[in-house]
């Protein structure tokens, strides 16, 4: 029997979505027990979570309360932290998994494995420098901050640093309250009685209003008209769902009073959501907790992902699930403006609920030129997205696939990515990005051979240490490009800032082997750039090919 | 707290109550000490019902700790909170020895120093929780300066002051090892610019310094 101990002091919507890797660990070894230490605020999202075994908290109110009021000794802080934390390694663990990958996480993972390995994602070594439990490790904290966006999901990072399969969400896995499904269900079945007035099918559709940042948010305007819309449209039927505070109850008053108070609104607490969301047909929401909980509860949920809202790595991972987004391909998270969305409009989100429920793509035919509609689909990776309307960007496509196939490639996974979607771009686009790329590599090639020439002569004079500097200057630069090929060399970078502190002659024979390294990655690169290229290849023989099966056939005498 | 030099000297109300008096100075009301009491916590009738925990300041012979307490027990059944501050330990034993009251909720800090009081855990969680503060004002305008030390104290800040309040044995040996005579935030940057870790100890350290910056998401 396993013991993995799971760090995630992040908020609710992290914790919703690390269940997910719980949830496979779980189904793969049902024998595993699953622990995990949170901060005290975030604890009530572990109520719906079946497969957590042992809860451990950090009251971090406490903690910089004590810190940060003169009043108090620092003394009871550190006390109450450090009485959190013993109890913790009071307990044997075979894993422990540092989900939230920032510093305290990270300084606290060391803490717990100071005398084993037994860890997974990032910790600090006993020379007080940054150490990953593996590649992919390295991918989630080097790659996907680097590159924007980055096309893996962290939950499927998480997964391969776990050694475990993606399993996909069931909701076997949730704890509903008995008390609180009997409520919503006859709750929701006395909306659906009184709005079906020729005996047609209603269907639910639950809207989340806010998240943490205006940016995200649906504007309040935008969410007037979309309930003007399901209210004109037969079979359609709007629910407001807001969380039990203040802030939400006066917006949803404030919706409701266009509607003179007509519109159900269910006020739902962490533990009575299951319940609510298990009795929607959709749930339209922002980038929220919510979104993620609804994941879990298999309820297919229309994500619109606006402002800083990272599409590709934590969307919804939901099977029946679709991204509503705007100008897919000049998203930069982190230029979040904290200004509401201008683009996002109440019929692109109505036609984007009737495709959800009909998939007939007529519906798509009026979304607004900027909209993009998106799937997620599973690959040998875990989630990503197909484009199901807007406007495409091969470059930006072969990119993404390229990102995620080099990524297990340079894990030692090998996993290769779906040939479908590679297919699915014409074989010029695909031509002219290997081009593109190959160039790159060339200059790319031509500096790190001269890096390892000058790193042969050094020693010689004083000019000779200088030059090696000014030629490993140079190759590293090629890691701060967002092209495919920069990937062997952000790794490169990590590498060698994490070399330690040895004698000069180890430091350099250290980074020779590197360079020797990067050498081959490149090559593995271009290895993937070359399969790319074959299978777009295959893929244009084989539309050659129906094209002409159907001409023949087509010259057939009937 | 030194209140042995006060003069001293129990009297009786109108109405047969006993009250102190401290260098001329009546603590209650000469008269009728209960009903000004029932005046004195009448003020504080919103904080009382909206929280649970109190703060009294000022004990004198605890009329008014004896209303504050039968007004929180009709708003929260048992489930309040009482701790008393008061400096003299003369009225303390007065009001065990005069006023029929005894009630496990309620906690006596008396003739403590600020530094005795901020000292003891049970206290700072107390406090913590931020209790609603209830002031007897005869006592509180006698002790002054006591009172104002209490409220604006400032906690040790070197780490050698702060030793025999650090539970956990293996976190006081270390910093002990560092430099006691520097505050805990400058030896958690000494040991955050180390080259090398020691002890697992040392981990936990500097996990507890970057508690607030746990945003991040790289490195």
């Not at chain 1, 475990?164 to 609180?180: A, C, D, G, Q």
């Amino acid at each position: 029997m396993k013991n993995y101990l799971f760090i995630n002091l992040k908020r609710i919507g992290d914790i919703y979505n690390m269940a997910h890797v719980i949830n496979s660990l779980t189904k793969n070894d049902p024998q595993c027990r699953i622990s995990v230490l949170v901060f005290e605020e975030s604890k009530k999202a572990l109520y719906n979570l079946k497969n957590i075994h042992q809860v451990f908290t950090i009251d971090r109110n406490e903690v910089l309360t004590f810190k940060k009021n003169d009043l108090y000794s620092d003394a009871f802080s550190l006390n109450s932290f450090v009485h959190s934390l013993s109890q913790v390694r009071e307990h044997r663990w075979d894993k422990v998994v540092n989900y939230s990958n920032d510093l305290c996480s990270a300084y606290i993972c060391s803490y717990l494995t100071a005398n084993d390995n037994n860890y997974s994602g990032i910790r600090y070594s006993n020379n007080n420098c940054v150490e990953s439990s593996d590649q992919w490790a390295d991918i989630l904290n080097d790659l996907s901050t680097t590159f924007r966006p980055f096309p893996i999901q962290f939950v499927d990072l998480f997964h391969r640093m776990c050694a475990t399969k993606v399993s996909r969400p069931n909701k076997e896995n949730i704890l509903f309250s008995e008390k609180h499904n009997q409520t919503a269900k006859s709750n929701f079945d006395l909306i659906r009685k009184n709005e079906s007035h020729d005996q047609e099918d209603i269907k639910l559709v639950g809207i989340q209003l806010k998240t943490s940042r205006v940016s995200k948010d649906i504007p309040l305007k935008v969410i007037k008209n979309l309930i003007n819309l399901l209210l004109d449209t037969p079979g359609r039927y709007p629910v407001i769902i807001i969380a039990p505070n203040e802030n939400e109850r006066s917006l949803a008053m404030e919706i409701n009073q266009e509607f003179s108070s007509s519109i159900a609104t269910v006020e739902a607490d962490l533990l009575a959501l299951p319940s609510v969301l298990n009795n929607i047909d959709l749930l339209v929401t922002p980038d929220t907790a919510i979104k993620h909980l609804a994941d879990l509860c298999q309820t297919p949920c229309l994500e619109i992902s606006l402002g800083a809202a990272p599409l590709y790595e934590q969307a919804t991972r939901g099977s029946d699930s679709y991204v509503l987004t705007y100008d897919l391909w000049a998203q930069d998270t982190e230029k979040d403006n904290e200004t509401s969305n201008t683009s996002v409009n109440a019929n692109d989100i109505f036609c984007c609920i009737e495709y959800c429920f009909y998939h007939n793509p007529t519906y798509l035919s009026s979304l607004s030129t900027r909209a993009h509609l998106l799937k997620p689909y599973y690959d040998s990776l875990g989630v990503t997205y197909k484009i199901v309307h807007g406007s495409r960007n091969y470059f930006k496509e072969i990119d993404f696939l390229a990102v995620r196939e080099l990524s297990s490639y340079f894990t030692g996974d090998y996993l290769y990515i779906d040939n479908m979607q590679i297919k699915s771009i014409p074989y010029s686009e695909v031509l002219s990005w290997c081009s593109r790329e190959k160039d790159r590599s060339v200059f790319a090639t031509r500096d790190l051979l001269g890096t390892l020439r000058s790193l042969k002569q050094i020693g010689d004079t004083n000019k000779s240490s200088r030059d090696f500097i000014i030629s490993l200057e140079k190759l590293l630069n090629h890691s701060d490009s967002d092209s495919p090929l920069s990937i062997a060399f952000k790794l490169f970078r990590t590498k060698i800032e994490n070399l330690p502190g040895n004698d000069f002659n180890t430091n350099i024979q250290n980074i020779e082997n590197l360079l020797y390294d990067l050498k081959d990655d490149i090559q593995s690169t271009l290895n993937c750039f070359k399969r790319f290229e074959e299978v777009a290849r295959d893929g244009q023989r084989e539309i050659t090919m129906q094209k002409t099966i159907t001409k023949n056939i087509d010259t057939l005498p009937l | 707290m030194n209140t042995s030099k006060e003069n001293y000297e129990l009297k009786m109300s109108k109405t047969g109550h006993p009250i102190p008096v401290v260098n001329g100075i009546h603590l209650h009301s000469i008269y009728n000490p209960v009903k000004e009491a029932e005046g004195v916590i009448e003020k504080y009738s919103e904080a009382i019902e909206k929280k649970h925990e109190y703060l009294v300041l000022g004990l004198g012979l605890g009329y008014h700790l004896k209303e504050l307490v039968r007004r929180a027990k009709t708003h929260h059944g048992d489930n309040y909170k009482v701790l008393v501050i008061e400096p003299n330990a003369r009225c303390f034993e007065d009001y065990k020895s005069h006023l029929d009251f005894d009630d496990s909720n309620v906690s006596y800090f008396i003739s403590k120093t600020p530094n005795d009081i901020y000292s003891t855990k049970d206290v700072v969680s107390f406090l913590v929780r931020k209790p609603a503060v209830i002031s007897h004002a005869a006592s509180f305008n006698l002790h002054n300066l006591y009172f104002k030390d209490v409220l604006s104290y400032k906690a040790p800040k070197k780490v050698s002051e702060q030793f025999h309040l650090i539970t956990n044995e293996d976190i006081r040996d270390l910093l002990q090892n560092l430099d006691p005579e520097k505050s805990l935030d400058d030896n958690l940057n000494i040991l955050s610019s180390k080259n090398l870790i020691q002890s697992p100890e040392e981990f936990l350290l500097l996990a507890y310094k970057n508690i607030e910056r746990n945003q991040q998401r790289s490195f």
